[in-house]
């Protein structure tokens, strides 16, 4: 965008790159509710422009079209990423190592409603992270859990989930029906929390 914008303007002063740079800046002036995205910034941008800008308008009216787009692309096309799970990044990278093939990669941030789901079955306070893997990886392939004492005790040899010797702290893989599982728990405010599974099949 910036080559494009580059060779539009013949007289590329100081002053204009300034503008230029507030501009598409703008971009991260917004209001999102979760399902609705309107780019504030780039609505107040466009009003700057036809008001203040003389010189250049047409070429700072497409810096704003292409910021729009970029807007657009970011909010609806590809997913959500929080800073929780930038902070995961290297981490789960770390682990996508340990795998042959992955199927999916999915993170989760201490809000989503997965989190009060995994807790359903530890009302026993008995190591919590196991039930709530235990509780994930069943609903993951679409088996009913009958309840707390099943789920505990009768389902993993009933099922055959093993727990891997390699589970070590608050990271655990299981094996379900040929297919590894690999979590991490973590925990805030003294509250357990699943922040990202790896699904595939584990390196020998």
Not at 55 to 78: D, G, Q
Not at 176 to 194: A, C, Q, S, V, W
Request: glycine share 4%.
């Amino acid at each position: 965008m910036t080559i494009v914008i580059y060779f539009l303007v013949r007289k590329r002063d100081f002053v204009f790159w300034v503008k230029f740079t507030l501009l598409y800046s703008l971009i991260l002036v917004s209001y999102n509710d979760g399902f609705i995205h309107i780019p504030i910034g780039i609505i107040i941008g466009y009003f700057i422009v036809l008001k203040w800008c003389k010189e250049h308008r047409s070429t700072l009216k497409l810096t704003l079209i292409f910021a729009l787009a970029a807007y657009l692309f970011a909010s609806y096309v590809t997913p959500p990423i929080t800073f929780e799970n930038y902070t995961n990044v290297k981490t789960i990278h770390e682990e996508m190592f340990k795998f042959d093939g992955i199927e999916s990669v999915k993170t989760f941030s201490l809000e989503e409603p997965i989190q009060e789901e995994l807790l359903k079955y530890t009302n026993n306070d008995l190591n919590i992270e196991h039930v709530m893997f235990l509780t994930y990886i069943l609903n993951d392939n679409n088996i009913k859990i009958l309840n707390e004492n099943w789920l505990i005790y009768t389902a993993p040899h009933e099922l055959g989930i093993i727990k891997s010797q390699k589970s070590k702290d608050r990271v655990l893989i299981y094996n379900y029906n040929g297919t590894d599982y690999l979590g991490e728990f973590t925990r805030n405010n003294g509250k357990i929390h699943l922040k990202y599974v790896i699904k595939g099949k584990l390196n020998k």
